[in-house]
């Protein structure tokens, strides 16, 4: 389109939203139909937590994992995601899990907690494990104003895999330990004396807690089969795991700045690396020393690993 105006000719963009205006409701909504299609779900016939059968033949069982199912099937921006940083952090925490008797099936914890993110609640708990201040610090966590290791993903993985071993042994039911992680072990009790049942299948619990394990089994189901669900997701599209080298820190730094710079990085890397770390100092507790992550000299390459 061209408007004239003083005798020259000049150039308006025309947005046009459709290139159908002469078609009928009737084809408008015919073309929908052809084009936009939702699909309902087929559940799997078969499924365990931690080795531990799930009861499909239960209705509310079914119903249950079907609606997370469908959440996170069709939250796709939000699924996506937790399928690349899982890339980036299981390789972390499978050993640690392994190490500590834990079933794997566990490592969904910290995504459905928090998505691999560094979130605080509203309630305070905090870190990819989103522990609550009191928790982690019974559990042997440093918790201050320089340091709180809820957001040292090795350190607050060795404390869920202690909380865990102990709901275990109380309940013999790793879906059990899983319900006591998300409800607290107070609030568990609570409902077991009330109900005269320790089986996580059979129990009224609240919305949270009744939806926990089938957001893990969801999660699982669609990370470890994909395709299934529907996403296409190529090795290069997935975060890699960062490339770094530890150093041991003894005594106090005033400056992390200035500590980064030295160790040939910046406060932004070594930040990122190392979120525990949350002042600009780290005078630390007497005596006591801490692994740092630094960068190795390829750290920014492992994002172009599979161009």
């Not at 015919?30 to 931690?50: G, H, K, T, V």
């Not at 007497?286 to 000299?297: A, D, E, Q, R």
Request: overall charge negative.
């Amino acid at each position: 389109m061209f408007l004239l105006i003083a005798g020259g000719a000049v150039a308006v963009q025309v947005l046009c939203f459709s290139t159908t205006d002469g078609e009928t409701d009737l084809v408008h909504q015919r073309r929908f139909n052809e084009s936009y299609n939702i699909f309902s779900l087929n559940l799997p016939a078969q499924l365990d937590f931690c080795g531990e059968r799930v009861p499909m033949e239960l209705l509310d069982v079914r119903e249950r994992l079907d609606r997370e199912l469908l959440v996170n099937t069709y939250w796709q921006s939000n699924s996506l995601l937790a399928h690349k940083r899982a890339n980036r952090w299981f390789p972390v925490i499978e050993p640690i899990l392994k190490r500590e008797g834990i079933p794997e099936d566990m490592k969904y914890i910290p995504l459905v907690e928090s998505g691999f993110t560094n979130v605080v609640s509203p309630a305070g708990a905090a870190g990819y494990w989103q522990f609550m201040k009191e928790t982690a610090i019974s559990l042997g966590l440093e918790v201050n104003s320089e340091v709180d290791e809820r957001y040292n993903v090795v350190r607050s993985t060795e404390a869920a895999c202690t909380y865990l071993k102990e709901a275990y042994a109380r309940h013999g039911s790793w879906a059990m330990a899983a319900a006591s992680y998300n409800l607290g072990r107070g609030n568990l009790d609570k409902q077991l004396g009330r109900q005269k049942e320790n089986n996580y299948f059979a129990l009224l619990l609240p919305e949270e807690t009744s939806r926990y394990v089938f957001r893990i089994l969801a999660m699982k189901s669609i990370i470890t089969d994909p395709e299934r669900y529907g996403f296409h997701l190529r090795q290069k599209d997935l975060y890699p795991p960062y490339r770094t080298q530890k150093t041991e820190v003894k005594t106090p730094v005033g400056d992390l700045n200035a500590f980064a710079n030295a160790n040939g990085t910046n406060y932004k890397v070594l930040k990122l690396l190392n979120p525990w770390l949350r002042d600009n100092t780290l005078n630390g507790q007497s005596g006591k020393s801490y692994i740092v992550l630094l960068p190795t000299k390829d750290f920014d390459e492992a994002a172009h690993d599979d161009d």
